[in-house]
Each structure stands twice: as C-alpha cells, then as structure tokens.
C-alpha cells in the first residue's frame, strides 16, 4: 500500500489537468452495463455511490460528503449513503488529500463494504484509492453537472499516471487539517 507522511495540496498548475476526464466519460446509467458481477467497485461521490447502489451495484467503498455539485443532498440520498455501510468520518478541506483521509481510504479497501463521510470535499480522494486498488478494480467518480461520471480500471497505467499525478502535489508546510474550519 501506498501511504503518505503528510497532507498533500493541489497545486494551481494541476488544476486544469484534472478537470479533464483521466479515464472512460459514462452516463450513470450505462456502468451496470460495463461491470461484471465480480468486479470490484470504489465509487467516489454522493451521487455516484447514489446511483450505484440504486442500480443494484454494491461499491466495496463509498466515499461521499453530503454534496453533489456544492449543494447539500436530499434527505433521501442522504439515507441511502448512511445506511449503506458502517461510516468512518473524516476532515478532508478542499484542494487537499490529508494524512486521515488517505489512512482512511486505504484502510476501507480491505473490507467487503465500507463507507467513508468526509467533512470537506471527497473528490481527490479517487486518487489513493486509485493507488491502492487491487489491480483490476473498477473506480467511478463523478464529474461536472451534465457530463456523467468516469470509470477507471485500476491497472498498471492508471496507477503510473496517477502516481505521477500525485507526485506534483505540494506537501503541506502546516497539518491542513488542523488549521481548517468544519463548515
């Protein structure tokens, strides 16, 4: 497994790279159609892992902040993702992977079904579980409103391009999350 020292931020320079879709752009409701019964899932995002497991998918991790696109969820979406799994929370600000969340993340692949609620953003944290993934597993984590979501495989190229993603990051001069503020 792959761990990090310390809380890593994203830099203003990596920002444009990963806005772009680093894998296969679907429409949600196609990924039932592109997984196997066995495959293992990682879903990233309320409503990702909304859509997963309403289509009968059953995502090994959940990673979800009670926000889709920066707006709080319904209440029905928020009884789905509470009830999925037992839930780790955790604090993850924004533009930021932290040591906690990281643990977290790569703590969770173990189990057969888990659930990780993050005070603050989720989204950069496809990327330890990108880097820690069994090869062959399958990741989907939202994209902007209207695009749908990308699924990736966690396989050698994936994990080398997000490796070198990941070493672009700038390691944080204070703990961030100590320093930030739960909204």
């Known amino acids: 497994m792959i761990s990090i020292e310390q ?8 920002r444009d790279e990963l806005k772009k879709p680093l894998g296969q752009l679907v429409e949600c409701s196609d990924i039932p159609k592109l997984i196997k019964p066995n495959d293992r899932i990682i879903a990233i995002g309320d409503s990702v892992s909304t ?27 928020l ?23 990281w643990s977290a993340v790569t703590n969770s692949l173990s189990k057969d079904r888990a659930s990780i ?6 989204d950069l944290l496809a990327i330890p579980a990108i880097l820690n993934a069994g090869e ?3 990741i989907v984590y939202g994209f902007p409103p209207g695009k749908g979501a990308i ?15 990941l070493s672009r990051f700038e390691k944080s001069k204070t703990q961030a999350s100590a320093k930030w503020q739960s909204r």
């Open 151 to 165: 699924l990736i495989d966690a396989d050698a190229k994936t994990k080398a391009t997000f490796q070198d993603i």
């Open 7 to 14: 809380d890593l931020i994203l830099p203003d320079s990596l």
């Open 136 to 138: 062959g597993t399958k």
């Open 117 to 122: 609620y993050v005070d603050g953003e989720e």
């Open 51 to 77: 859509s997963l497991i309403l289509t009968g998918l059953s995502p090994s991790l959940i990673v979800w902040d009670g926000r889709s696109h920066r707006h709080p969820v319904n209440e029905g979406t």
């Open 79 to 101: 009884r789905i993702l509470r009830k999925y799994a037992p839930m780790q929370k955790v604090r993850n600000p924004p533009a930021t992977i932290t040591k906690e969340a």
